[in-house]
Structure formats: structure tokens, C-alpha cells
């Protein structure tokens, strides 16, 4: 008798948990839309966690998910749902497999009080605890305010869709209807990437996940090899000369328009990609995208991803407002960011390197383990424009500037000179780039380096 009164009760319970968008961005994110799910029937009193959480299979490899459901107790945070995230952590931890939090919640759970703001705080440290050892992704589905908002953003990717909602103090607290939307999130570089809806969330999840190793001891997945064909303009056309035909999946597109960088593959292996735009700001790198750089090299290094640099800038914006917003942090976070990574590092100069840039992208004593350079390349320790100030001002009023600025560069900014310095090792054409850069990029496969004894660095901010 008893038996069949459990029996019922499941048929009940089950019955009861639903199919609410919670449980349909989980069929969207897991393989075959499978999934196990965990904890199934814990709860906050008589009502579910306002969560589910999930075991499954993206790219068939493992993973775990939680998902806020919004239709239970407005999908609040308290003890009992932080405690089931909790473990997903845990298990994630253990087990070695990546984690994807999918945020919809209109926030605490009011009843609980300061034991709502220490479930939040639970889960901060667990996501710190983890960072660096597996691969962390939030997908930002609806709203996500306040501690929520912190949560999501220790990810290393994150995804938001369309209409959802992202920041610490709402519109409705600020008065300013931007606060917290996509299009505001993207440019401000909060979120890596903005997508119409959830099944773009969950494919754009997947792909990422692609590129990405399961944990910080195992290798990223590879792919089949398409040779590199060159489209796109300028940047792009730099990049898709490099990588396998249509393989760069650009991260943080909207912020700091002056860098690109993104996931990529290289014959069939996963690599990240920095690129400087020569076209933004006059050739002049800004701190937002020198903190783009700064973040995405730390999480290739974090999974020992190698990184391709791809060179061409004048140095780093210069006027009396960027000293005085204090740029030179960005810069600084930028440098420590290429000298305390240990994964490969390959640098190649495709246009100007000057000064600084060369320096911090390319320099042989901490930015790159090898460097490579275009036969045309510029690789000069000044901009021309200040070089000739110095060295040729006697022959300023006499000669035209640009003929003397052509003189320098062809004399002083040779990568042959470079090159004889042993700051270049191998000068190439642009035709044979991609096979330099495989043989580059084999030879560094084996890449050991240790470190010393701490806790971690103390970067610039």
C-alpha cells in the first residue's frame, strides 16, 4: 500500500515540476535536449527552489547547468535554492566539467532577509573557488539585478539575450531606462556577447564551449582543418589569414572597438586571437581595449589556450585626457597580463609596432615566446612623427617632414634591423604567414614553465 502511495505521489510531483522556460533552456543547451536533472523535488517550504539544476552533455562532452525558473517564487534566491546551486559547483569542481549558470530571478528571497545576501555570498565563493579550473558561463536570460548581477559577471564568457536585463541598481532605481539592457551591457563591456533569444543563448554556449577544455589539466577539442582563405577588410582580412576558413568567434565585439579578440582555430586546434586595429583611433590602442586584451589573455592562460597576436599599432593613446583618466593602468594591467601568462604565446608584427606596443605585444623578455614579422613591417622605439624631433632637427626646415619620417622608418624601423638584434626571430611574406605560424606554434606545444610559490599576482586596476 505504501508502494503505491509513493508511486502516486511521484506520478503527482512530477506531473507538477512542469516544462517552464527554466527546464526548456536546459533541452536547448544539453545535447539531444537530455539532461539529468538533480535535486529534483528539493524545496523552500511547500513551494520548489525557484531552480533547476542539470547534468548533461554539450559537444559531448560533460557538463552542468543551473537555471533559475522565474514562474517559482519569482525565481527569489534564498538558502534552499543556493544550497542546490551549490552543489553543482561542487560537483563541477569534482568532477572537472564545465559549469553554465542561466540567470532569471527579480532577486532575493525578501523573507529570509540577510540569509538570502549570504546564499549570494555562498555562491560568489564557490564561483571564485572554481575560477581558473573549469570553464564558467552565465547566460543572462531575464532579469539579473543586484548580487545576482556580481554572480554572473565572475564568469569567464557570458551570454545575454535581447529584453533581459543586467546591473546592480535598475532602471528604476537610476532613472535611466539604458541601465542594465543588453545593448548598454555590450558596450560596456560587462557582457561577452547579445543574442536575440534563448535558442541563440544556448547555441552560442555550445560553440564556445567548442573551443574551450573541459578543466585546467586537459586539452581544449579539436576540429577538422580548413586551410585559411583571406575575406573581411583590414583587421579581419589580418585574421582570416591566419586561421581555418570562417573559425573566429570575436568576443566582446561592441567594447573596446580598437582590439579584436576572440576564439579561433589553427589546424583544427583552438587558439586565442588578439588583433589591433590600425583603423581605430588614428592607430592608437585605448584603455578599453587594452582591458580587453588584459582580461581575454588571462583566460587562455587559465586553460593554456596558446595566443596569436597579430601586431599593427602606433602605441597607446597619448593626449592630456587619457594620462589624466589614468590610461596608463590599463596599460600597465595589459603588460602584466602578456608577462605572467605561461601558455604560448606567438606575436606577429603585420603592420606598425612602435614603441610601447612593441613592447608589451611583442617584446622577447615578457610578451612573446616568438615573434615574427612581415617584410614590410615598421618596428621603430619612437612614432616617426617624434623620432625626427630628436634626431633629425636640424634637417627639419629644410627637408619635408614626410620624406624624413619615410627615412627613419626604411632605416630605423626595419624589422631586418630588428631581425639582426635578435628581437624578431624570422622575417616572413604575407603568403607563407599561416604555415609560419603552425610551425610556430607546433614547436611551442610542449611549452613548461614554473612558476614561483603564490598566491597570484597583484594587478594593476
Given at each position: 500500500m505504501s508502494c503505491e502511495n509513493g508511486f502516486v505521489r511521484l506520478e503527482k510531483e512530477t506531473a507538477a515540476l512542469g516544462k517552464t522556460d527554466a527546464y526548456k533552456r536546459l533541452e536547448l543547451l544539453f545535447d539531444n535536449g537530455c539532461f539529468t536533472e538533480l535535486d529534483r523535488f528539493q524545496k523552500n517550504g511547500e513551494s520548489g527552489c525557484g531552480v533547476v539544476t542539470a547534468y548533461g552533455t554539450v559537444n559531448g562532452k560533460s557538463c552542468y547547468a543551473y537555471s533559475q525558473d522565474i514562474t517559482v517564487l519569482s525565481g527569489a534566491m534564498g538558502r534552499s535554492q543556493a544550497a542546490k546551486i551549490k552543489k553543482v559547483y561542487d560537483l563541477s569542481l569534482m568532477n572537472g566539467a564545465p559549469i553554465v549558470g542561466i540567470f532569471d530571478s527579480k532577486g532575493a528571497f525578501a523573507e529570509e532577509g540577510v540569509d538570502a545576501l549570504n546564499a549570494y555570498g555562498e555562491l560568489i565563493a564557490a564561483a571564485g573557488k572554481i575560477s581558473g579550473v573549469v570553464p564558467q558561463i552565465s547566460v543572462v536570460a531575464g532579469k539579473c539585478i543586484g548580487s545576482a548581477a556580481l554572480?554572473?559577471?565572475?564568469?569567464?564568457?557570458?551570454?545575454?539575450?535581447?529584453?533581459?536585463?543586467?546591473?546592480?541598481?535598475?532602471?528604476?532605481?537610476t532613472g535611466d531606462s539604458n541601465v542594465g539592457t543588453a545593448n548598454a551591457s555590450a558596450k560596456n563591456g560587462t557582457v561577452s556577447f547579445v543574442v536575440e533569444n534563448d535558442a541563440a543563448a544556448m547555441s552560442k554556449v555550445a560553440e564556445l564551449l567548442s573551443f574551450l577544455p573541459e578543466n585546467n589539466l586537459s586539452v581544449s577539442f579539436t576540429a577538422d582543418y580548413i586551410p585559411a582563405v583571406v575575406s573581411g577588410d583590414g583587421v579581419y582580412a589580418d585574421i582570416s589569414n591566419f586561421v581555418d576558413e570562417n573559425s573566429f568567434l570575436e568576443v566582446n565585439k561592441a567594447f573596446g572597438g580598437c582590439a579584436k579578440v576572440g576564439f579561433a582555430r589553427i589546424c583544427g586546434n583552438?587558439?586565442?586571437?588578439?588583433?589591433?586595429d590600425l583603423s581605430k583611433n588614428d592607430g592608437y590602442l585605448c584603455d578599453k581595449g587594452a582591458a580587453k586584451i588584459s582580461r581575454f589573455i588571462r583566460l587562455c592562460d587559465a586553460f593554456s589556450i596558446p595566443v596569436v597576436t597579430l601586431l599593427n599599432s602606433k602605441g597607446f593613446m597619448g593626449k592630456a585626457e587619457d594620462e589624466l583618466s589614468g590610461s596608463v593602468k590599463a596599460i600597465a594591467a595589459l603588460t602584466g597580463a602578456y608577462a605572467e601568462a605561461t601558455t604560448a604565446k606567438i606575436t606577429v608584427i603585420?603592420?606598425?609596432?612602435?614603441?610601447?606596443?612593441?613592447t608589451v605585444f611583442a617584446g622577447k623578455a615578457s610578451s612573446a615566446d616568438y615573434v615574427l614579422a612581415y617584410a614590410d613591417s615598421e618596428i621603430c622605439a619612437l612614432n616617426p612623427t617624434?623620432?625626427?624631433?630628436?634626431?633629425?632637427?636640424?634637417?627639419?626646415?629644410?627637408e619635408k617632414r614626410e620624406d624624413l619620417e619615410k627615412e627613419y622608418?626604411?632605416?630605423?624601423?626595419?624589422?631586418?634591423?630588428?631581425?639582426?638584434?635578435?628581437?624578431v626571430d624570422d622575417i616572413i611574406t604575407k603568403e607563407e604567414a599561416a604555415v609560419s605560424v603552425i610551425n610556430a606554434l607546433d614547436m611551442m606545444a610542449s611549452k613548461r614553465v614554473t612558476t614561483q610559490d603564490k598566491k597570484h599576482s597583484n594587478m594593476p586596476y
Open positions: 554572480l554572473a559577471s565572475l564568469a569567464d564568457l557570458s551570454v545575454m539575450v535581447e529584453g533581459a536585463e543586467l546591473c546592480v541598481n535598475s532602471a528604476a532605481i583552438a587558439v586565442g586571437v588578439v588583433a589591433t603585420v603592420g606598425k609596432a612602435y614603441g610601447a606596443a612593441f617624434t623620432a625626427i624631433q630628436f634626431m633629425y632637427l636640424d634637417r627639419l626646415g629644410e622608418t626604411l632605416n630605423e624601423g626595419s624589422p631586418f634591423k630588428a631581425a639582426i638584434n635578435g628581437a
